[in-house]
Nanobody, 128 residues
Framework: QVQLVESGGGLVQPGGSLRLSCAASGRTFNRHYMGWFRQAPGKGREFVAGIYWSGGTPYYGASVKGRFTISRDNAKNTVHLQMNSLKPEDTAVYYC?????????????????????WGQGTQVTVSS
């Protein structure tokens, strides 16, 4: 089974930066689409960013585009989310997720139901 473990969350002031990491283990991720989601208290899980493990153009949610960057470290089987210019509205539990893909179609996946594996989440709090 695929296991995903997030880390790097914490408390940061508005305008600050934070870098989240997602350590993956189990199946190979060569044929996976990796995504980051977040969930604020009382709200649904929101798509943040996604990328094919093999590369390609990253896909971002409108609320974070231009501020967040998703990347991967193939040697360490780790996906990162660099978060800059953080706002209080970014406060949420951030989840790493993976979707198995049977072939490269160039499709992007931004729905919770489109992912097969999830991490436990890491809390990010943006407050002064």
């Amino acid at each position: 089974q695929v296991q995903l473990v997030e880390s790097g969350g914490g408390l940061v002031q508005p305008g600050g930066s934070l870098r989240l990491s997602c350590a993956a283990s189990g199946r190979t991720f060569n044929r996976h689409y990796m995504g980051w989601f977040r969930q604020a208290p009382g709200k649904g899980r929101e798509f943040v960013a996604g990328i094919y493990w093999s590369g390609g153009t990253p896909y971002y949610g409108a609320s974070v585009k231009g501020r967040f960057t998703i990347s991967r470290d193939n040697a360490k089987n780790t996906v990162h989310l660099q978060m800059n210019s953080l706002k209080p509205e970014d406060t949420a539990v951030y989840y790493c997720a993976a979707r198995e893909v049977t072939y490269y179609s160039g499709q992007y996946y931004n729905g919770v139901h489109e992912y097969d594996y999830w991490g436990q989440g890491t809390q990010v709090t943006v407050s002064s």
